[in-house]
């Protein structure tokens, strides 16, 4: 009689071992499907975002690919045949978005240039003939304009808006002997708050990158 009941707690001990197994084997795979939603909103994000991704911030990206992948590597065997065969895709896309051309790796356009200048600058898009009495209305324009539009922009919009002010300043120092000094106090107040602005709206983006991150 003790035989049996020494036997039959060993079968008990044995059979709760195996349900705690199969529970742990149950958490771990919730776990790893877990991890896999993550990636998959990771990857779309980056997907939105590669269109204003930098060289300079790829490595950075690329690490954060590999925390992500890594949980799931780990875990590999776990995962349904639908969910490994779509971490084989994520990571395929993941490999095709490094092949996209970086945005500060394209140049300008021309074309575009000149449409951004008419844009921003209206009845002072032809930069090479402003006038010194001008110089200081179109850099007013221009500010007024961006002040306009500059909430829906991306980092490209800034690039070219940018270029424009660059070519603003080289008109400017060509007519610089005939301008007030009133007039070069209200150019340089309105360059800083451009560039006030364009940091502004970078340190928005980096933030709401790394909150949805």
Do not use: C
Request: aromatic share 8%.
């Amino acid at each position: 009689m003790k035989k049996l009941r020494i036997l039959g707690l060993s079968l008990a001990l044995m059979a709760g071992l195996q349900t705690v197994g199969w529970a742990q084997e149950t958490k771990t795979e919730s776990e790893v499907e877990q991890d896999l939603k993550r990636l998959r909103e990771w990857v779309r994000l980056q997907s939105d975002k590669v269109a204003t991704t930098t060289r300079a911030e790829w490595p950075s990206v690329k690490s954060d690919f590999a925390r992500h992948a890594d949980k799931i590597e780990s875990g590999f065997q776990q995962l349904s045949e639908n969910s490994k065969r779509e971490y084989l895709e994520l990571k395929a896309k993941f490999q095709e978005l490094e092949s996209k051309p970086f945005y500060d790796e394209i140049p300008l356009q021309a074309e575009e240039v000149r449409l951004r200048e008419k844009e921003l600058l209206g009845n002072f898009s032809n930069i090479q003939s402003i006038k010194p009495a001008q110089m200081r209305e179109a850099y007013i324009t221009f500010m007024q304009n961006v002040r306009a539009k500059r909430q829906s922009w991306i980092p490209r919009d800034w690039d070219y808006a940018e270029y424009i002010l660059q070519n603003l300043a080289k008109r400017k120092e060509a007519v610089e002997a005939n301008l007030t000094t009133l007039d070069e106090i209200k150019i340089r107040t309105l360059i800083g708050e451009f560039h006030t602005l364009r940091s502004g709206q970078e340190f928005k983006e980096k933030q709401k990158a790394k909150s949805k991150g």
